[in-house]
């Protein structure tokens, strides 16, 4: 059965990228230059398959809808795989009018000047909530910092006592072992 991911990993090859899938339904995508990648798991949403492509755009320069290629005969063609479906990429027979990649625009009704403001209000209560978060997270973040700079002194104090420790050790030993070698010549 064919998926909506065949067409895509399909032109990914075509267009030089390396394709990769992982025994767990995860993908990774690497550029043909070799520097970016991108990673994604197997869904056969329509929504996942979009905002994979969309990502693949913008990370690695991926084109969708592919270019149109020639063929033998001279007639162009959108790419090995054919679909249906320009805006989902399905090959699966996508007509269906209830896919959201067919739902029309939805219509935008003006607002008034009062709703405007309330939009305002909302957002600016909103971006407040967001900045508490933000330092919550840093004060977190900073403390969780102080924890770990207080468990790398207690180690680093933890390794200087056990290498006197040890010196002290090995220094005994050496000695009994010269008391030894005395008593045996």
Not at 46 to 64: C, E, H, M, Q, Y
Not at 102 to 112: D, F, G, I, R
Request: aromatic letters at 6%.
């Amino acid at each position: 059965m064919a998926s909506h991911w065949d067409p895509v990993v399909d032109e990914l090859k075509t267009q030089g990228f390396l394709v990769e899938r992982s025994e767990g339904n995860h993908w990774s995508v690497k550029s043909p230059s070799g520097g970016r990648m991108v990673h994604f798991s197997y869904s056969n949403e329509p929504r996942a398959v979009k905002n994979t492509i969309s990502d693949l755009r913008k990370i690695l320069g991926f084109v969708w809808p592919p270019p149109p290629r020639e063929k033998k005969n001279g007639v162009g063609q959108s790419s090995k795989a054919d679909v249906c479906c320009t805006l989902c990429h399905s090959d699966a027979g996508c007509k269906d009018k209830a896919c959201e990649c067919h739902a029309p625009e939805p219509m935008l009704v003006p607002k008034t000047s009062e709703e405007l403001y309330k939009d305002l209000a909302d957002s600016r209560i909103t971006l407040q909530l967001a900045e508490e978060q933000l330092k919550a997270c840093k004060d977190s973040l900073q403390e969780a910092q102080r924890a770990v700079d207080e468990a790398l002194l207690e180690r680093t104090r933890a390794m200087e006592a056990f290498r006197a420790a040890k010196k002290l050790f090995d220094d005994d030993m050496l000695a009994g072992l010269g008391g030894e070698m005395e008593k045996e010549s």
